[in-house]
């Protein structure tokens, strides 16, 4: 018998699972009854496709079978699915792979109560076994092959791999369990109600075998004659499921917590799903869909690895989990299955991202989605929920999904200067509110909401009353926003670039004032050199010196700034255009001095506090607190 090592991930999540406060245990349970099902799918498929396995189990019938016994301290769990062979059981049992996994254990604090209640955020699969067990074993065989193997682990950091004997392909998970967890978990009554709570719906019938006393039915006669009855024990074998696919039923016989108890099946939470959408289509093609958006964003979701949330099956067999195609990747968040008439069994990957068929069922379920989530927004309170999980993955659909960009669009929400903290505006709204005139969606972009708000580029904006979007998500706004163009015909803005807001000056006051400040502006100019790309004087401020603004040309570079990094190729500078306000006593001053050293103390410091004032580092700190501090020497 070989000893292995645990990955370090898996250690550390075992070590939680071994020492949790976690109060819902139970679903230890639903989580190897899902694997179980889960083994089950990939040989009905493969029995379904394979040749070397289509005569083999040509009459075989997937199921699971659940025994306990009180005295052994055990609970076991059977399946006759593809099972493992040793390369299966230590990348599935000894090492994490799946990306949501590895979000998990990286979210971990190492606080035990803390990191209890993630689990109830995120299934742990197999591992959730060790909160109740003091050993696991797992003998499994694969279907095809000759050879059975033994895993063996008391949840420490490692585990023992073994050649054994097994007649039959699948999987046996032998738990035995701590003295404390017997009495709730080696019981008929318990078993049944957790499967009918979390695993009803499995699509195999499941058993619980048991032995049971029973008395011994005396004839009339036999009573008469004094006959006593003999108590014998049977042994039974009961199916304690439904064993029917729950998106095949009809909606009007399925509840509310069918349909949660499903979610919760295939999906490892452990809370109620935050919308269902159930949609049965016949036509052209013939397809069953059942989508979820869980309460809280899967953990993997920004990850580059996620796991895909969508179950294909053709005509209730199951073909694949893994598949991105199944779904646009902005709405990866969403859970649940496809079930199609009209796919061959033995559709391939290659053929699955070609098939017409399936885009025809991709498109129809993605304008399902987006116009339920539509209806979700009529109940500010939930809605509000769904966009502060959200809101980030549908802002990629815009730039994705071109066909559905105006749907996208209606169900975003934005921080605005109209909205307090905390509450967002849809653009429909923001239209509303804007005056007859105005035919423009103004943003700004940055990393800080506080930052943004207290932007010198918002005074004109206010002081005219025109409303401004707050992105604050700069990673994704300054890729995102440039090109959406327009929302119903209003052109989204970036006010860094645009003209100031009308302001109450002719076009003969604004040349007056820009020959009258021409020399300070070429000195300005002159004393920052290269580090700006032009100075000019502004309308657009009203109580700050100084602001930064770009052209059109360089927000675009700014924006793809992105590209050339994942590239790995140097990202062009941009160099911002430094705007000074006439009226500003500052700048009055400034003008009227001779001293070439003020001068351009003076021009950097507008140019820093420009930059502060938007978020940005200044370019050398140390020369602009020498700076700062003179000019405060000699003001006092």
Known sequence: MAKHQFQTEVGQLLHLMTHSLYSNKEIFIRELVSNSSDAIDKLNYLRLTDENLKDK??????????????????????????????????????????????????????????DSNLIGQFGVGFYSVFMVADKVDVISKKA???????????????????????????????????????SEFASKYRIKNIIEKYSNHIAYPIFLNYDQEVTEELSEEDKKAGKEATKKTERKHEQINEATALWTQPKAKLKDEDYNNFYKSISQDSSDPMLTIHTKTEGVNEYTTLF??????????????????????????????????????????????IDSEDLPLNVSREILQENRILANIKQSSVKKILSEIKKLSKDEEKYSKFIEQYNRALKEGVYQDFTNKDSILELLRYKSTKTENGKMTSLEDYKSRANSEQKAI?????????????????????????????????????????????????????????????????EEEKQKIEEEFKDIVSKIKEKLGDEVKEVKVTSRLSESASCITKDAQDAQMAAMAHMFRAMGQNVPEVKPILEINPEHEIVKKLQASSNDEL??????????????????????????????????AKAL
Do not use: H
């Open 57 to 114: 189990f040509a009459s075989w019938k997937g199921e699971i079978n659940i025994t306990f016994d009180e005295k052994d301290k055990s609970l076991t769990i059977i399946d006759n699915g593809i099972g493992m062979n040793e390369e299966d059981m230590i990348n599935s049992i000894g090492t994490i792979a799946k990306s949501g996994t590895k979000s998990f254990v990286e979210a971990l604090t190492g606080d035990a109560k803390k």
């Open 144 to 182: 095809g092959e000759e050879t059975a193997y033994k895993w063996s682990s008391n949840g420490t950091g490692e585990f023992d791999l073994a050649p054994c004997i097994k007649e039959t392909n699948g999987t046996v998970i032998y738990i035995k369990l701590k003295d404390d967890e017997v």
């Open 292 to 337: 979820y958006v869980p309460q809280i964003a899967p953990m993997d979701m920004y990850r580059a690895d996620y796991q895909s949330g969508i179950k294909l099956y053709v005509k209730r067999v199951f073909i694949t989990d893994d598949n991105r195609e199944l779904l646009p990747t902005y709405l990866r968040f969403v859970r649940g299955i």
């Open 442 to 506: 103004y943003y700004i972009v940055g990393e800080n909401e506080k930052v943004l708000r207290n932007s010198p580029l918002l005074e004109s904006y206010k002081k005219n009353d025109i409303e401004v979007l707050i992105l604050d998500d700069k990673e994704i706004d300054e890729i995102i926003t440039p090109t959406i163009g327009a929302f119903k015909e209003w052109i989204f803005t970036d006010i860094t670039t645009a003209e100031a807001p009308k302001v109450e000056q002719s």
């Open 599 to 632: 001068i351009e103390d003076v021009s950097w410091i507008l140019l820093d506090l420009a930059k502060i004032s938007e978020g940005l580092d200044v370019s050398d700190a140390v020369a602009f607190t020498k700076r700062l501090t003179k000019i405060t």
